[in-house]
């Protein structure tokens, strides 16, 4: 199969076709690899795109320098990775590797000149595949098949892939809500392969789970996949709290799936303290933002709540937004209607901005009162005022008031 379509053209910078000239004017193969190629089959314009090819990480070196190719971060040189730099565009080059080692987190490899034996080290058969520069699609194990049909499936024996990385059970999922049409449609074996080799997730960094759990949470069948994590017994080995409430949290993604809502808003549901939410922490080393939701969500999901005024059911959140110590305190109540299924609420607070209570210390202290007390005092009551009015009264009202009190 050779694709042509005005995604792959596109990527055809002047950047790209420089690289591409120097690759075959020394007579060594470079393909797109992995991500890029599935996403180009699906008919989008990849953001990242990777090449493989045939040249070693010296090679490439050599050329590069004698084309006169900047080269940046050469971080990634031990394990084949080359960035050129050319036309103000970054080009990653990998050389085709095997795995000579794995201790189920990192993997010693070595270079190889074999295209299969390299598709063959990879997690999913819909991320095995390489794309020529003139298009020819590279399939060794029908990852095009799987990815037309929706399908997810490691390559070859699915133990084996895991036991190389065992993050693979959660890119398993992350790309299961990416690629397939409904939820539940796994191969029994696939499953059973995660079930029996989940504890090896203990042994991953909390920062890498977190990675994988996120962009799972954000994509389709999160709930499902989530469930599936509980059934398989991964729970324990990720920091999610093991009596996770998952009933409640499969009614919140239903409920605010659509609102776009931040990963920690699915996984407060599972939280039933906020003791869950700093064991997570321990676990998975949440950004300080991501930890206060998710003790705000388990704090106010229950006492926070849409008030009886049929006219403005918002005052309730409104007013906690402005009398809050919380920082952040509008974002965090956003997150909050989408968790309670608020929707009407949610759009309305979303347009909303705080208002600025107009009166200071000063205006007061001009009107002739000396007591630092006694302004305190008047001021509170007048921002009681000011709140019972829907913030609507000016600082002249709210002065008014006070000369004829």
């Known amino acids: 199969m050779q694709l042509k379509t005005k995604e792959f053209e596109s990527l055809f910078t002047d950047g790209l076709v420089g690289i591409a000239e120097i690759f075959e004017k020394n007579q060594f193969e470079l393909r797109i690899a992995g991500g890029a190629v599935r996403d180009l089959l699906s008919g989008k314009r990849p953001e990242d795109v990777d090449f493989?090819?045939?040249?070693?990480?010296?090679?490439?070196?050599?050329?590069f320098q004698a084309a006169g190719v900047r080269m940046i971060n050469n971080k990634g040189e031990k394990h084949g990775t080359i960035t050129a730099r050319l036309h103000d565009e970054n080009f990653e080059v990998t050389t085709l590797r095997v795995d000579v080692q794995t201790d189920g987190r990192h993997a010693e490899v070595e270079f190889t000149t074999d295209w299969q034996k390299d598709a063959e080290r990879r997690d999913l058969t819909i991320n095995s595949m390489f794309l020529g520069l003139d298009g020819t699609l590279y399939d060794y194990f029908q990852g095009y098949e799987d990815l037309?049909?929706?399908?997810?499936?490691?390559?070859?024996?699915?133990?084996?892939?895991?036991?190389?990385?065992?993050?693979?059970?959660?890119?398993?999922?992350?790309?299961?809500?990416?690629?397939?049409?409904?939820?539940?449609?796994?191969?029994?074996?696939?499953?059973?392969?995660?079930?029996?080799?989940?504890?090896?997730?203990?042994?991953i960094s909390g920062e890498r789970i977190w990675v994988e759990l996120k962009k799972m949470l954000v994509g389709n069948h999160a709930d499902h996949l989530l469930e599936l994590v509980y059934e398989l017994g991964l729970a324990q080995y990720t920091g999610l709290p093991v009596d996770g409430n998952v009933e409640e949290m499969k009614q919140i993604w239903q409920k605010a799936h659509e609102s776009s809502p931040k990963p920690m808003t699915i996984l407060a549901a599972l939280f039933r303290s906020q003791e869950d939410v700093e064991k997570l922490d321990l676990r998975l080393k949440l950004s300080r933002e991501e930890k206060n939701l998710g003790l705000f969500l388990v704090k106010y999901r229950r006492d926070l709540v849409k008030g009886q005024d049929e006219h403005d059911g918002m005052k309730q959140y409104t007013d906690f937004i402005i009398d809050s110590r919380e920082p952040d305190s509008q974002s965090k109540v956003l997150e909050l209607l989408k968790y309670q299924g608020e929707n009407k609420l949610l759009a309305e607070l979303s347009r909303w901005s705080i208002p600025r209570f107009p009166v200071s210390g000063h205006d007061v202290r001009k009107l002739g009162f000396t007591s630092g007390k006694e302004i305190g005092t008047i001021l509170q009551e007048l921002r009681d005022t000011w709140k019972k009015s829907h913030y609507q009264m000016s600082k002249e009202e709210l002065l008014a008031t006070i000369s004829t009190s």
């Open 148 to 203: 037309k049909n929706r399908k997810v499936r490691f390559v070859g024996s699915a133990s084996l892939r895991i036991q190389e990385d065992y993050l693979r059970i959660l890119r398993y999922f992350r790309f299961y809500g990416r690629v397939a049409t409904e939820p539940g449609q796994h191969e029994p074996e696939t499953l059973e392969a995660i079930r029996e080799n989940g504890r090896g997730l203990a042994a």
């Open 52 to 63: 493989a090819t045939t040249a070693t990480p010296e090679e490439m070196k050599g050329m």
